[in-house]
């Protein structure tokens, strides 16, 4: 029995040990990753031209080698995962083996390979650019300690290793090859390496680090000269910063590829500003009112991306920054000129942050895309027309001011006007100096915003929101609680009530805070929205702007006061009541659009008019909002006035 047991055993051993290898063996066989297949084609765009030449073979292991990737193409395209249209890559990988195999051009070959790597990517979308700006300077230490060995120290192919090599390493400062490729290209043989060669991968560096490297190796073709000619030309032609909305246009595209639509010569000089420059695409140029259009594209692209590549919630995140950090802070200048274009944009813009909520197909997502980009090309040749004049900037400046300050204004004149009507003149310290210190914290976030940090626009919808809400809910009880006092001579009643002779402290602070929040409310959006337009050339007709919306304000506010101090104080009750209640609703709805901006609150649009100064936005979730607010003052009114008719009958019994 011992040797039976000792046998079970040893045989339980080899059937797990054959499970387990099948198992290892399962696992290896995983679906072919689409970035070594990109790699593959775009290998194949290139070097190609080294084994074929007008039809006939100039090197029998070159394309030995362009046989073996071209049906290793073919063969990855076939176990990728489902997509869309997996038909279409197969046809045309059919034809990109006949074209190797019939010793085709080198320009076909290269037409087909790229044509079919764009489709990959489409289909199967993956990081294509950098997260963040490259850190060159790192890039110089980090080629130094990994490259130069066999690359050289200045990317001619001569390091001290590069002899033992075969074969050669690449020289770098080969133009030829250099215009050919990619950035994305150079990032994929940093990464994975390159098969058949002594170029091994580097995936242990960061892929900071390896975008920096393929920033750095992949302009060491290029001279000072090309340089300063492509900065020329990215400062002074707007249509050639718009081609180059996101960074994905400059690490996907070659210097050949450029050429088609831009010209040899623009498309070098280009190609060498910006691959020693590369924050230049998420900057302004000199003089240049589109950065905000370039952010919003960027953001847009990335958004798209990463739905594709299935994480949704950093789609999401990136459609709302597409709008809050590149769209909304020009909104006022762009209003001034064009209205209904701004609100398209707006719109559209809600549609696709609910496609992504609503998991909408990727086509659908990108068709939107597309429609949004074609509504920003159209609002930045709205605005970029010569810079914004001088009567456009007085303008914004004169709307922003207004809009965003009679809000604020109704609330603490109706504060003030409530404190004289009640004889409470000593109270009325709190709320001014609730409004005074939300100026002085105004001011404090311009300096911070200009100097110290950047808000993002997430943030700032959050601030406004929440604020909003805040505001709207005490508005809905004060106004209550003043219908209820212009109720039957209640006022009288409330006016000689022994705990109405003074406040209490904690009342005071109330007034204190109310005020403050509804201005700083206020006093927050304004300063972001100036921050964002503000430039020397307009900065008399800003602050122009500036100075007559304070005037027609403080206007406001003397004839609000005067008209106050006129009106019997019931009928100032029953007035101020119903203003009050109306301006908890306009409030609720803001609050809640707000937050839907910064991904707080779902959003579902329906068809409904939108009314900016009422709050009435077409979106389910606010309307809903404001009408639950509506009924809850109507229901409190309602309440008030009965309960003032059982009053009076009372009394008379």
Request: aromatic content about 8%.
């Amino acid at each position: 029995m011992p040797f039976a047991r000792l046998l079970c055993h040893v045989l339980s051993i080899w059937l797990l040990s054959g499970i387990l290898a099948s198992t290892a063996l399962a696992t290896s066989a995983d679906p072919p990753n689409p970035r070594q297949t990109w790699q593959l084609l775009d290998y194949v765009a290139v070097d190609y031209a080294g084994a074929i030449q007008d039809g006939k073979v100039i090197s029998e292991g070159e394309y030995a080698e362009m046989r073996e990737f071209a049906a290793t193409i073919h063969a990855h395209l076939a176990a990728l995962p489902a997509s869309p249209d997996p038909a279409e890559l197969i046809v045309e990988a059919d034809q990109l083996v006949a074209a190797v195999e019939a010793k085709a051009e080198p320009s076909v070959v290269a037409d087909l390979a790229h044509r079919l790597a764009d489709r990959l990517l489409v289909l199967y979308p993956v990081a294509a650019a950098p997260t963040s700006p490259p850190d060159l300077a790192r890039a110089s230490s980090l080629y130094a300690q990994q490259c130069a060995a066999c690359h050289g120290a200045s990317g001619h192919g001569d390091g001290p290793a590069a002899a033992s090599l075969d074969p050669p390493p690449i020289a770098f400062t080969d133009a030829e090859r250099a215009a050919q490729r990619s950035l994305f290209a150079l990032y994929q043989a940093i990464s994975q390496g390159v098969q058949g060669t002594s170029m091994v991968g580097y995936a242990a560096l960061s892929e900071a680090d390896r975008w920096a490297l393929s920033f750095y190796v992949g302009g060491m073709a290029y001279s000072a000269e090309s340089d300063a000619k492509g900065k020329a030309l990215w400062n002074d032609d707007a249509d050639l910063r718009r081609h180059f909305n996101s960074p994905d246009m400059l690490t996907r595209a070659s210097e050949m590829e450029l050429a088609k639509s831009l010209g040899d010569a623009p498309a070098k000089a280009i190609t060498a500003f910006l691959r020693s420059n590369p924050d230049a695409i998420n900057q302004p140029a000199p003089g240049s009112a589109d950065s905000p259009f370039a952010l919003a594209r960027q953001r847009l692209a990335d958004s798209i991306h990463a739905y594709g590549a299935g994480d949704v919630a950093q789609a999401r995140s990136l459609a709302l920054s597409s709008y809050l950090d590149g769209i909304e802070p020009i909104e006022p200048t762009l209003a001034t000129r064009d209205r209904a274009l701004m609100r398209e944009i707006e719109t559209r813009m809600s549609e696709l942050r609910s496609q992504l909520g609503n998991a909408a197909s990727t086509a659908d997502v990108s068709a939107k895309a597309t429609e949004i980009g074609a509504l920003l090309d159209r609002a930045e040749g709205v605005l970029q027309d010569g810079h914004t004049d001088a009567m456009t900037a007085f303008v914004g400046s004169f709307t922003i001011l207004l809009r965003e300050g009679l809000e604020a204004l109704l609330i603490v004149i109706g504060m003030i006007a409530f404190l004289r009507k009640a004889e409470r003149r000593e109270e009325l310290r709190y709320v001014h100096a609730g409004w005074v210190s939300a100026l002085l914290a105004g001011a404090v976030t311009w300096a911070v915003a200009t100097y110290f940090v950047s808000i993002s626009g997430a943030n700032r919808e959050v601030t406004e929101g929440l604020s909003a809400l805040f505001a709207a809910a005490v508005l809905l009880s004060v106004g209550i609680w003043m219908h209820q006092k212009s109720l039957a001579g209640r006022w009288q009643q409330y006016l000689h009530e022994k705990m109405s002779a003074a406040l209490t402290r904690r009342s005071a602070w109330f007034l204190f805070v109310l005020a403050f929040v509804a201005v700083y409310r206020e006093v927050f959006e304004t300063i972001l929205f100036f921050i964002a337009m503000w430039s020397e050339q307009n900065s008399r007709a800003i602050l122009g702007g500036l100075l007559a919306g304070s005037v027609v304000l403080a206007l406001v506010a003397y004839w609000m006061l005067r008209v106050s101090r006129r009106l019997p104080i019931s009928q100032f009750f029953s007035i101020s009541s119903i203003l009050i209640a109306v301006l908890a609703v306009v409030l609720v709805g803001k609050g809640i659009i707000a937050l839907q901006e910064a991904g707080w609150v779902a959003q579902t649009l329906i068809a409904a008019p939108r009314v900016d100064w009422l709050g009435v936005y077409p979106s389910w979730q606010s309307l809903t909002a404001q009408l639950g607010v509506a009924i809850a003052a109507a229901i409190g009114f309602i309440f008030n006035a009965r309960s003032s008719r059982a009053l009076v009958n009372a009394s008379k019994a």
